[in-house]
């Protein structure tokens, strides 16, 4: 029998090559709004973005081949990952890329993701990412964002 867990989203977006505004209306707007219309509610979410996604500066990484010699994953294999990634709680917390490699297809999805580092609570960039651009120098809008946020969750602690 099914066991449903707590309540969960799966959450993929990627820009439309709208450049920086179409990247930030769709990647950063999309996460605010979703969170926005959960009221406070804290559901467990898996969001995937694209490459090079909080990359601000630098030009997207592009594929060259588009096919598996260059590491694609198939849409099959990416929706199963982010559903395990909601049903194990070793995946709490935690930021991965995932990657094409030869070999078995894993199974052991608690092992899998049990291994891999937490993100460092209050940090905006996760463990292994490269600083992204500091907080101070985001758009107000988007530190206003953040503080209303904080705000929220404080209320209701």
Known sequence: MWSWGP??????HGADGGGNAGAEQVSYG??????????G??????????????????????REAGDPSD?????AQIAQV?????????????????????????EDFDALLGALYADTAGELDA??????MPLPQE???????????IAREAREA
Request: hydrophobic fraction near 40%.
């Open 139 to 149: 758009p107000e809008r988007v530190r206003e964002d953040l503080r209303q946020l």
């Open 41 to 62: 509610r804290r559901p467990r979410i898996a969001l995937m973005t694209a490459i090079g996604v909080t990359n601000r500066t630098g030009s997207y990484n592009p």
């Open 82 to 106: 982010l559903v395990r990634s909601l049903t194990s709680a070793s995946a709490t917390g935690k930021t991965f890329e995932l990657v094409a490699e030869r070999g078995p297809a894993t």
């Open 30 to 39: 999309g996460v605010r709004n979703v969170l926005a219309a959960l009221h």
């Open 71 to 75: 590491g694609v994953v198939s849409r």
């Open 127 to 132: 463990v292994r990412d490269a600083p992204d």
């Open 7 to 12: 309540p969960a989203v799966v959450f993929t």
